[in-house]
C-alpha cells in the first residue's frame, strides 16, 4: 500500500508537551505506517534513558520505533540525522507565546524549519487523544511540492474526515494601486479584483477536481492582501487545527529576512499545527 511517508522523525524532549507529542507521533503512525525514529538531543545516562523509556511504554506505537541519541547543537543535530537516516517527514513541538515561535529550545524551531532537508510537521497545539484534525486549511501552490503537499492533506483528510476541508490562494497585483492612480476609480480597481478572485477561485475548484477531489469535499477562498500573513490570518480566525504550506527549494537569503518574506511570516508567528512541505 502506497504511503507518504516511511521514515518518520520526532524530536523527543522532556517538555510539558513531550507526552502529547509522542501520542500524536503513534496517531501518524498508525495512519501512515511509517517507522518511527525518536531524537533525542542529550546526555545517554541511566536516569535519562529510564525516563525516556517511561514516556514511550505509556503510548502504544502500532509500528517500529527507535530511538536514537543525538549530542551537540539541537538544531544542528537534529537537521543532519534527518538526512543521515533519509526522513520523509520531521515532527517537531512547538509552544505558543505572544511573539510566535520562541521558546523550542530557543530558536531551534526556526533553525529546523529553514535547514531541514524534508516536510516538518509542527505541533503546537498537540494533544494526547486526538480523534482527528477537524479544520484543515491547505494553502495551495501550483508546483510540483505543491501538489505532494496537497496529496499529503488529502490522504490525511480522508483518514480524520474533518468538518472543513479549505483550499485557500493568496493573490496580490502590485499593478493596482497604479490603477487607483491613474483612472481616480476606486470602482475599477474593485471590479478588476473581484474578476480576478472569481478566476482563481475557479482554478481553485478545477485543480481540487484533478486532485480527485469532489465538489462536496473541499471549500475554497481566495485571500487578497500581503501573501503569507493572509495565509496565516486566515488558519488563524477560521481555528484550522492543520495548516499546509509548501515551501521552495531556495533558501532565505540575507534580504528576505530583513524584509518579511511569505514564509519569514510564518517562522515568526505559526498560528496552529503546521505541516511545512518541502
Not at 524534508?118 to 484534525?133: A, D, M, V
Amino acid at each position: 500500500m502506497y504511503s507518504s511517508f516511511r521514515k518518520a522523525g520526532l524530536a523527543v524532549t522532556f517538555s510539558p508537551t513531550g507526552k502529547m507529542l509522542l501520542s500524536e507521533a503513534a496517531r501518524l503512525q498508525a495512519m501512515f505506517g511509517f517507522r518511527l525514529y525518536l531524537l533525542h538531543v542529550g546526555d545517554k545516562d541511566e536516569a535519562t534513558q529510564q525516563r525516556l523509556a517511561h514516556l514511550i511504554e505509556e503510548n502504544v506505537f502500532p509500528g517500529e520505533v527507535e530511538v536514537v541519541w543525538l549530542e551537540g547543537e539541537p538544531a544542528k543535530a537534529i537537521v543532519r540525522k534527518s538526512k543521515e537516516l533519509g526522513l520523509d517527514l520531521l515532527m517537531i513541538g512547538a509552544l505558543e507565546k505572544e511573539k510566535g515561535l520562541k521558546n523550542i529550545m530557543g530558536s531551534v524551531a526556526r533553525n529546523i524549519m529553514r535547514n531541514c532537508h524534508c516536510p516538518i510537521l509542527i505541533f503546537t497545539k498537540p494533544e494526547s487523544e486526538r480523534f482527528g484534525f477537524n479544520n484543515i486549511v491547505v494553502s495551495v501552490c501550483y508546483d510540483g511540492k505543491g501538489e505532494e503537499a496537497a496529496r499529503v492533506a488529502i490522504e490525511i483528510a480522508r483518514h480524520d474526515h474533518p468538518t472543513n476541508f479549505t483550499f485557500i490562494k493568496e493573490i496580490n497585483v502590485p499593478g493596482l494601486p497604479s490603477v487607483v492612480f491613474d483612472s481616480g476609480s476606486t470602482n475599477e480597481t474593485g471590479s478588476m479584483r473581484k474578476e480576478l478572485i472569481s478566476l482563481e477561485k475557479q482554478k481553485i475548484k478545477f485543480y481540487g477536481l484533478e486532485l480527485g477531489l469532489h465538489e462536496d469535499e473541499f471549500q475554497n477562498e481566495v485571500l487578497y492582501g500581503v501573501e503569507g500573513w493572509e495565509c496565516l490570518n486566515f488558519a488563524s480566525e477560521s481555528n484550522a487545527d492543520l495548516l499546509v504550506v509548501t515551501m521552495g527549494e531556495r533558501k532565505l537569503s540575507f534580504i528576505d529576512r530583513i524584509f518579511a518574506h511569505d514564509l519569514e511570516f510564518l517562522f515568526e508567528r505559526i498560528p496552529t499545527n503546521t505541516l511545512l512541505y518541502k
